[in-house]
């Protein structure tokens, strides 16, 4: 029986093109559709292989992509060559989605900018003085994330190769009957992986089984304990193995 899952943390096809963009070190101003498209689509197969629910959006990107890549194909003119009868000449069929990306850029990085301000203001009391030295000796468990941002494209990014390890290093065996394994079970086997290997493991490890339907609810696993804060992933430099360390709460009830 086919299953479909729905992740709503993804952001959008733009969010993804820039996160391409600056993982491969792309200028902005002059994407090498070719290369961008290619890169796209191997995202969008990974989320279907894994039976995530792409969001239309993300396939409108893709075509979006895909006609532009056929127009760069087509001959260029010289201006020597371009008579008074050719005055429609089509501008670069980049522009458009150039200036998106731009103006999605813009307002990325001014959401960053407000989410900064708002972390500040939750540090600002309306109260009378008083010694506040202990609080600020607290290290929040959001600062050992790492020297990097990892995203969920980061993440999904290590699923392409997971996936292609396990496809190569999997066994002839005979069909067997599907199991399904609660995310909150898996998510608990998880912790408990983490505990025994002094808090941190490889994001490849946390995968022992090929199967896809374990696959996608480890995936699925790991982003839940994400969202309650219970585990990072961290990354030392771009392009670097993923690690799954574990947060010690101390307000864990």
Same mark, same amino acid.
């Given at each position: 029986? *086919?299953?479909?899952?729905?992740?709503?943390?993804?952001?959008?096809?733009?969010?993804?093109?820039?996160?391409?963009?600056?993982?491969? &070190?792309?200028?902005?101003? /002059?994407?090498?559709?070719?290369?961008?498209?290619?890169?796209?689509?191997? $995202?969008?197969?990974?989320?279907? *292989?894994?039976?995530?629910?792409?969001?239309?959006? !993300?396939?409108?990107?893709?075509?979006?992509?895909?006609?532009?890549?056929?127009?760069?194909?087509?001959?260029? $003119?010289?201006? #020597?060559?371009? @008579?008074?009868?050719? /005055?429609?000449?089509?501008? /670069?069929?980049? *522009?458009?989605?150039?200036?998106?990306?731009? &103006?999605?850029?813009?307002?990325?990085?001014?959401?960053?900018?407000?989410?900064?301000?708002?972390?500040?203001?939750?540090?600002?009391?309306?109260?009378?003085?008083?010694?506040?030295?202990?609080?600020? #000796?607290?290290?929040?468990?959001?600062?050992?994330?790492?020297?990097? @941002?990892?995203?969920? $494209?980061?993440?999904?990014?290590?699923?392409?190769?997971?996936?292609?390890?396990?496809? %190569?290093?999997?066994?002839?065996?005979?069909?067997?009957?599907?199991? /399904?394994?609660?995310?909150?079970?898996?998510?608990? &086997?998880?912790?408990?992986?983490?505990?025994?290997?002094?808090?941190?493991?490889?994001? !490849?490890?946390?995968?022992?089984?090929? *199967?896809?339907?374990?696959?996608?609810?480890?995936?699925?696993?790991?982003?839940? %304990?994400?969202?309650?804060?219970?585990?990072?992933?961290?990354?030392?430099?771009?392009? #670097?193995?993923? $690690?799954?360390?574990?947060? &010690?709460?101390?307000?864990?009830?």
């Amino acid at each position: 029986m *086919e299953y479909s899952v729905k992740v709503d943390a993804f952001e959008g096809p733009l969010d993804l093109l820039l996160h391409l963009i600056n993982r491969f &070190e792309i200028d902005i101003y /002059d994407i090498p559709v070719a290369t961008i498209t290619e890169q796209y689509m191997m $995202y969008i197969h990974t989320m279907n *292989e894994l039976q995530l629910d792409v969001a239309s959006e !993300y396939l409108v990107m893709a075509a979006t992509l895909i006609q532009i890549k056929s127009k760069m194909l087509l001959p260029t $003119y010289d201006e #020597d060559d371009i @008579d008074d009868s050719m /005055d429609d000449i089509e501008e /670069d069929p980049r *522009e458009q989605l150039m200036q998106q990306l731009i &103006e999605y850029r813009k307002f990325k990085e001014a959401a960053v900018e407000l989410q900064k301000l708002e972390e500040t203001q939750t540090h600002i009391y309306a109260k009378a003085p008083s010694n506040l030295q202990q609080i600020s #000796d607290e290290k929040s468990p959001q600062q050992d994330s790492g020297d990097l @941002d990892v995203s969920l $494209y980061d993440m999904l990014s290590a699923l392409q190769k997971l996936m292609k390890r396990k496809q %190569l290093q999997k066994p002839a065996q005979a069909r067997v009957a599907r199991q /399904d394994v609660p995310i909150e079970k898996r998510m608990t &086997e998880i912790v408990s992986v983490l505990q025994k290997t002094k808090g941190k493991q490889s994001f !490849y490890k946390l995968f022992p089984y090929p *199967e896809r339907n374990h696959i996608v609810v480890t995936f699925l696993a790991i982003l839940e %304990l994400m969202k309650k804060n219970k585990v990072i992933v961290e990354q030392s430099n771009n392009l #670097d193995e993923l $690690y799954v360390a574990y947060q &010690e709460r101390n307000d864990e009830r």
